[in-house]
């Protein structure tokens, strides 16, 4: 089956607990990204990779970090969490070959609370 | 800076066909529209996309003017379940692999 997993679904921290979510996807897509998203506000992106070894930021990248070593996984790594970083998280990918790279497939979220 | 303008939410009942508008002034020439709906504490799910005139699938149409700066999402005859958050989605200007969510449009369907 076609699917984005993440890692933690659930996570509770406290403030400058280094952490990781996970995020895998089984389909060989080149674009993977991370999403935050809080009441109000939507969906914001915080990183994306076009491919291995290639990230971008998105539009709130502050306090975040990503690295794409294999197509498979775009890990979110949160160095010293904070509680403005308590969220719901969402990793997608999409394929950008096919030239639908906005079709984005969407993994089940993980929500974060930090302490 | 918003790249999205969309209602905050409409009200339908069982039935009904609905259209939720999306205003995209600064689209890019070669940049896609896509809808996306989300149900509570689930990842969004794609629902359409195009880039110019119509486009129709089993689940909604989409109908884009010639200037391409708005996009009017239409589900046929709507349930309770297509009771969603829809979600607008263009590139962003400085890249097209940047992608930019519209704040969305809360969708309730009555009985």
């Known amino acids: 089956e076609a699917q984005v997993t993440q890692n933690p679904r659930y996570l509770i921290t406290v403030t400058g607990k280094k952490l990781t979510v996970t995020c895998s996807q089984n389909m060989n897509h080149e674009y993977m990204s991370w999403y935050r998203q809080d009441p109000g506000l939507g969906l914001r992106q915080i990183y994306y990779?076009?491919?291995?070894?290639?990230?971008d930021k998105g539009d709130v990248p502050e306090g975040y970090k990503v690295s794409r070593k294999e197509k498979r996984n775009f890990p979110l790594i949160l160095e010293s969490p904070s509680p403005n970083q308590t969220s719901l998280y969402f990793c997608?990918?999409?394929?950008?070959?096919?030239?639908?790279?906005?079709?984005?497939?969407f993994g089940p979220g993980t929500r974060l609370t930090v302490l | 800076l918003a790249k999205t303008t969309q209602p905050i939410s409409m009200d339908s009942y069982e039935g009904q066909e609905v259209n939720i508008t999306c205003s995209h002034n600064n689209i890019a020439t070669n940049d896609y529209i896509t809808w996306y709906q989300q149900f509570p504490s689930q990842g969004p799910r794609f629902i359409i996309q195009?880039?110019?005139t119509k486009v129709t699938n089993e689940v909604a149409s989409l109908f884009i003017p010639a200037d391409r700066k708005s996009s009017t999402l239409s589900l046929p005859r709507v349930s309770l379940s297509d009771t969603a958050v829809y979600y607008c989605?263009?590139?962003?200007?400085?890249?097209?692999?940047?992608?930019?969510f519209g704040s969305g449009t809360r969708l309730l369907v009555r009985p």
């Open positions: 990779s076009m491919n291995v070894e290639v990230t």
């Open positions: 989605l263009v590139g962003d200007l400085d890249s097209s692999y940047k992608l930019i």
């Open positions: 997608a990918s999409s394929s950008l070959t096919s030239g639908r790279f906005n079709e984005q497939f």
């Open positions: 195009g880039y110019k």
